[in-house]
């Protein structure tokens, strides 16, 4: 395993480290094909039931490495986004386990797309966010033309693409980029309870309502309806759900198990 990313597992949260700090994390194909098995083995790894995804250093990631994009021969980055990048926000998409971001510094380019990525952004007073992109005369991808507008809404998401400036912590907390900005000191602690938390919490449950997050904005309130009917014909059945509703008649915490 290359060490641009480092794996830790404790009580069944698995914490990803962008491990790049020299650089401010900013992706190499080593460091993006890493990425993409972290997080296949995490989907198949059962032990592991919440991840927390964070930044060595002081960023959490610069996007792309413009170091790799240097001198006269023009890479297809199209092709680099189908090869790489998108793999990597499907693969955090599709993961039927909640991703905790723990913003640790500056998220720019590739990097803010990942942070958007995360199913809960936690974010350090350090942090900051900007759509660096066009001020490498690029055009905003990883993901961001879909996260980016649905968090903050098309003109604030206009106005982000098109200058590339960058939007501190308290401002991505009031705007909706993320859910809650903490003091630097406290950040992975506090990310890392929250994780903990969501481990505890019934995995099944949990996925379904991430698949329903990840079609919602597709479909009409008539199929939302229907899609939901699907998944609790399926939730229903678990044995977590037996198991919540005699812990909640017994009055005490509910030991959910993923079946
Ligand atoms: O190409 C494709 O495959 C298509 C996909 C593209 C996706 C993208 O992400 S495009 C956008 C790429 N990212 C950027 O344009 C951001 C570039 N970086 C910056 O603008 C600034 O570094 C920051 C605003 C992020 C932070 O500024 P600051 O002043 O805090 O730090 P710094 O001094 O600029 O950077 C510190 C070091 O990190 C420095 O290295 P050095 O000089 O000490 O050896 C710098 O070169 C390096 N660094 C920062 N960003 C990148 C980087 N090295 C390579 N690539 C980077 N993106």
């Not at 982000?160 to 992975?188: C, K, P, W, Y």
């Amino acid at each position: 395993m290359s060490d641009t990313i480092l794996r830790e597992s404790a009580a069944g949260v698995l914490t990803v480290t962008l491990n790049r700090p020299d650089a401010l994390n900013s992706f190499t194909v080593e460091m993006k094909d890493a990425l993409l098995i972290g997080l296949k083995d995490a989907a198949r790894d059962k032990e592991v039931r919440a991840l927390v995804l964070t930044g060595a250093g002081r960023a959490f990631s610069a996007g792309q490495d413009l170091k790799e994009r240097q001198g006269p021969d023009v890479a297809d980055l199209g092709a680099e986004l189908r090869v790489r990048y998108n793999p990597i926000i499907l693969a955090m998409r599709r993961l039927e386990k909640p991703i905790v971001g723990a913003i640790n510094g500056v998220a720019a380019g590739a990097g803010i797309s990942i942070a958007m990525a995360c199913d809960v952004i936690y974010a350090s007073d350090k942090a900051s966010f900007t759509e660096a992109f066009s001020r490498v005369g690029l055009v905003p991808d990883t993901g961001s033309t879909w996260f980016l507008p649905r968090l903050v809404g098309p003109a604030r998401a206009a106005e982000m693409m098109f200058t590339g400036d960058a939007v501190d912590a308290v401002t991505a907390e009031r705007i909706g980029l993320v859910n809650r900005v903490v003091s630097a000191d406290q950040l992975m602690t506090e990310a890392t309870a929250f994780a903990q938390r969501l481990a505890k919490s019934a995995p099944i449950a949990l996925a379904l309502a991430k698949r329903a997050l990840n079609r919602a904005y597709e479909m009409s309130l008539e199929e939302s309806l229907d899609y939901e009917a699907q998944l609790q014909s399926i939730a229903g059945r678990s044995a977590d759900h037996r198991e919540g509703v005699a812990a909640f008649v017994e009055k005490r915490p509910a030991e959910f198990k993923g079946e």
